[in-house]
T-cell receptor, first 118, second 116 residues
Framework: ETGVTQTPRHLVMGMTNKKSLKCEQH?????MYWYKQSAKKPLELMFVYNFKEQTENNSVPSRFSPECPNSSHLFLHLHTLQPEDSALYLC?????????????????FGEGSRLTVL | KQEVTQIPAALSVPEGENLVLNCSFTDSAIYNLQWFRQDPGKGLTSLLLIQSSQREQTSGRLNASLDKSSGRSTLYIAASQPGDSATYLC???????????????FGEGTQLTVNP
């Protein structure tokens, strides 16, 4: 496989459920990201991981819990979500530290996981 | 705070037409700018990336230009085809010295429809 792969592509869950989104990248990158895309709004950065360490949490509610066990895998654990959390969740990867060693920081995205919270 | 605006929000053109999508940003201290394409319900596909020192980048029928001083970028699509129908997003990257990382700010996108 190549690129960035996200599973599941579609997820419907109740507010009391616990579920997880998975992202895997085969690009040899060391930075991974979670973005949220809601209708009629720009993409919102949620979390950034560089070399498995979380370097940014963009004031995301604790009902979203990320996990990065290695540089190739990223998870987003979901618990007691609200209907307004329904959105397309996008994973992306890049080389970290844009601006060093000619690294442009170019982002590569997965296909997204469409989440519906009932 | 960086703000990115894309105009128009939606555009419908007949097949074969040349067209220009616009992106403007408020803070000219950018590192680079990236154009993406997004098909409905899908992820983003990177089209072109322009470094701040560059004026333009080309890939096939696509040409992206950058005028950093005026805070503008354009994406030119030549001889448009129905398969070009998608949402096009631009994103500007700023280097964050305090974190040794970078921050990418996205526009809301232009939804393009090319009619056969």
């Amino acid at each position: 496989e190549t690129g960035v792969t996200q599973t599941p592509r579609h997820l419907v869950m109740g507010m009391t459920n616990k579920k997880s989104l998975k992202c895997e990248q085969h690009l040899g990158h060391n930075a991974m990201y979670w973005y949220k895309q809601s209708a009629k709004k720009p993409l919102e950065l949620m979390f950034v991981y560089n070399f498995k360490e979380q370097t940014e949490n963009n004031s995301v509610p604790s009902r979203f819990s990320p996990e990065c066990p290695n540089s190739s895998h990223l998870f987003l654990h979901l618990h007691t979500l609200q209907p307004e959390d329904s959105a397309l969740y996008l994973c992306a990867s890049s080389q970290p530290n844009a601006g060093t060693s000619g690294n442009t920081g170019e982002l590569f995205f997965g296909e997204g996981s469409r989440l519906t919270v009932l | 705070k960086q703000e990115v605006t894309q105009i128009p929000a939606a555009l419908s053109v007949p097949e074969g037409e040349n067209l220009v999508l616009n992106c403007s940003f408020t803070d000219s201290a950018i590192y680079n700018l990236q154009w993406f394409r997004q098909d409905p319900g899908k992820g983003l596909t990177s089209l072109l990336l322009i470094q701040s020192s560059q004026r333009e980048q080309t890939s096939g029928r696509l040409n992206a230009s950058l005028d950093k001083s005026s805070g503008r970028s354009t994406l030119y699509i030549a001889a448009s085809q129905p398969g070009d129908s998608a949402t096009y997003l631009c994103a500007v990257r700023r280097l964050e010295e305090e974190t040794s990382g970078s921050r990418l700010t996205f526009g809301e996108g232009t939804q393009l429809t090319v009619n056969p």
